[in-house]
T-cell receptor
Framework: AQTVTQSQPEMSVQEAETVTLSCTYD???????LFWYKQPPSRQMILVIR??????QNATENRFSVNFQKAAKSFSLKISDSQLGDTAMYFC?????????????FGTGTRLQVTL | EAGVTQFPSHSVIEKGQTVTLRCDPI?????LYWYRRVMGKEIKFLLH????????ESGMPNNRFLAERTGGTYSTLKVQPAELEDSGVYFC?????????????FGPGTRLLVL
């Protein structure tokens, strides 16, 4: 079974600063996908970024980037130039690569507050 | 294009009562998932439909939970009888193609409180 650990229940960052959210996971699989989802207050959860384990290059989406360390089973999310709209709950998630659609395994989440 | 919708947004019931949650996935999505988040804990998988068939129901906690997806469109999750520990946020998600590991799109969730 896979497990995902987010060791930071809450974090705070000032607007325009950079913050890194940590995520580690445990799996015996060699092929899998990793995701960061964000859920703003009272809004739907949306995908922030996705990483395929077979790709060595770290995924980037605008101000969001990941540091994927496969050997260490670490998948941290870096948010650059933080904005007030980044305030949200962030969930790290794992999906086995079975060749078909499959369930997500989530961490407990990190609540990020962006302040002025 | 409409996203994943869930109804109701909130439900407060007493222990022993029945509640039915509904999820409408994105049109054309074959995969429909139910997840649950108990306060302060991780979001846990409940089950996965491919069209109208249950592909994986390994996360269903017990036989008080019954999920259906009639005609491969919307899905319902019934809890009968509800217990206190069933309180939490129930999320539904959908993705398009069973043959691919695609991004799952989530609904806003149903907050269930069992008193």
């Amino acid at each position: 079974a896979q497990t995902v650990t987010q060791s930071q229940p809450e974090m705070s960052v000032q607007e325009a600063e950079t913050v890194t959210l940590s995520c580690t996971y445990d799996t015996s699989e060699n092929n899998y996908y990793l995701f960061w989802y964000k859920q703003p207050p009272s809004r739907q959860m949306i995908l922030v970024i996705r990483q395929e384990a077979y790709k060595q290059q770290n995924a980037t989406e605008n101000r969001f980037s990941v540091n994927f360390q496969k050997a260490a089973k670490s998948f941290s999310l870096k948010i650059s130039d933080s904005q007030l709209g980044d305030t949200a709950m962030y969930f790290c998630a794992f999906m086995k690569s079975t060749g078909t659609a499959s369930k997500l395994t989530f961490g407990t989440g990190t609540r990020l507050q962006v302040t002025l | 294009e409409a996203g994943v919708t869930q109804f109701p947004s909130h439900s407060v019931i007493e222990k022993g009562q029945t509640v039915t949650l509904r999820c409408d996935p994105i049109s054309g999505h074959d995969n429909l998932y139910w997840y649950r988040r108990v306060m302060g804990k991780e979001i846990k998988f409940l089950l996965h439909f491919v069209k109208e068939s249950k592909q994986d129901e390994s996360g269903m906690p017990n036989n008080r939970f019954l999920a259906e997806r009639t005609g491969g469109t919307y899905s319902t999750l019934k809890v009968q009888p509800a217990e206190l520990e069933d309180s939490g946020v129930y999320f539904c998600a959908s993705s398009q193609d069973w043959a691919r590991a695609e991004t799952q799109y989530f609904g806003p969730g149903t907050r269930l409180l069992v008193l």
